[in-house]
């Protein structure tokens, strides 16, 4: 009953049913995706992948390359705007696990807003919201297995999101929408052995991507199961040891993972803050009592063990 219990909920979801601090958080977020984005665009991953596509891109487009004055199709977007979003690793994480919610999701829904027109700020902001509560939602449901296993769970479960915020803006029903979850869901994308590569930020673009089409796949007649998250051999049970989805999602609407967003102050992964900003503070203080840097011949320095794991690649 999951998949059903998140798409019945994702589109019922209203803006009013918004709370305050939900919205506040949901237009910061947007803001700081577009910037990632644009900023991110001059970055190669990002142009490589146009320029690879651009020969194939189809002539009635209408949806924006941030940073750019490209215009291109759908998937064109999502997948360049998605690698993008990722490109400098300076995206948004939830606060309980390691997922960068926004990438995945708005590089799908502005795709798909610009070519269908006509759609209002608090309906963009309600579909966004929803992406994001599905994707988290799940995320925790299955972490910290279905990461210390391998998988970049951003894109594992970035993919739904984008699924449900774009069948949400593009009216699919429910059955419907169940349909584009599974599609998603069968679409597993990123893996931890691409980190230090440009193949860590195109999980995220193959993420919107992927949810993207699995919407409008639907929406033009592909069929799919109707509960490719919770079935014997679905998303979850495929994909990791453990997991309480059926919980985590009785609790959409109430306990907003959306307000578990964060923002980094500098662009790697967040694990490696504290120990940043430990030198910011080292240096001030050391300068502060007059000694030369300079004459520093040796530093040890301490982290957690995941600061190695996750981010010990010299030349990324």
């Keep these: 009953m999951a ?29 700081n995706w577009a910037g990632c984005a644009v900023g991110g665009f001059s970055q190669p991953a990002p142009e490589l992948a146009y320029n690879v596509v651009k020969p194939f891109v189809v002539a009635q487009a209408n949806s924006t390359i941030l940073g750019s004055d490209v215009v291109v199709d759908v998937q064109t977007a999502a997948l360049v705007n998605g690698i993008a979003s990722h490109a400098e690793d300076f995206d948004d994480t939830h606060r309980d696990n390691p997922i960068h919610p926004s990438g995945p999701v708005l590089s799908a829904l502005l795709a798909v807003a610009e070519r269908k027109g006509s759609v209002t700020g608090q309906e963009f902001i309600a579909a966004f919201v929803a992406g994001v509560e599905a994707e988290c939602k799940l995320g925790v449901s299955v972490f910290p297995e279905h ?55 195109f999980h995220v673009g193959r993420a919107a991507q992927n949810g993207l089409m699995a919407a409008l796949l639907v929406q033009g007649g592909l069929t799919g199961p109707l509960n490719g998250i919770e079935a014997e051999r679905g998303w979850v049970h495929v994909v990791s040891t453990r997991e309480n989805v059926t919980a985590e999602f009785g609790t959409l609407g109430s306990d907003w993972e959306i307000t578990k967003n964060t923002f980094k102050p500098f662009p790697c992964d967040r694990i490696m803050h504290a120990e940043i900003d430990g030198w910011i503070q080292a240096r001030a203080k050391a300068l502060k009592q007059g000694l030369d840097l300079f004459k520093i011949t040796n530093v040890t320095a301490r982290a957690h063990p995941r600061v190695l794991f996750l981010t010990d690649h010299p030349e990324p």
Excluded: C, R
Excluded at 166 to 192: D, F, P, R, Y
């Design 3 to 31: 998949t059903k219990t998140l798409a019945s909920w994702a589109l019922a979801l209203t803006y009013g049913d918004l709370t305050a601090p939900v919205t506040e958080i949901a237009i910061k977020s947007i803001g």
């Design 147 to 201: 990461y210390s296993a391998g998988w970049h769970i951003t894109s594992t479960v970035g993919s739904i999101g984008a699924a449900v915020a774009v069948g949400k803006l593009i009216g699919l029903n429910e059955e419907q929408l169940q349909q584009a979850i599974s599609l998603a869901a069968v679409q597993v994308t990123g893996m931890h052995v691409s980190f230090g590569t440009d193949a860590k930020p």
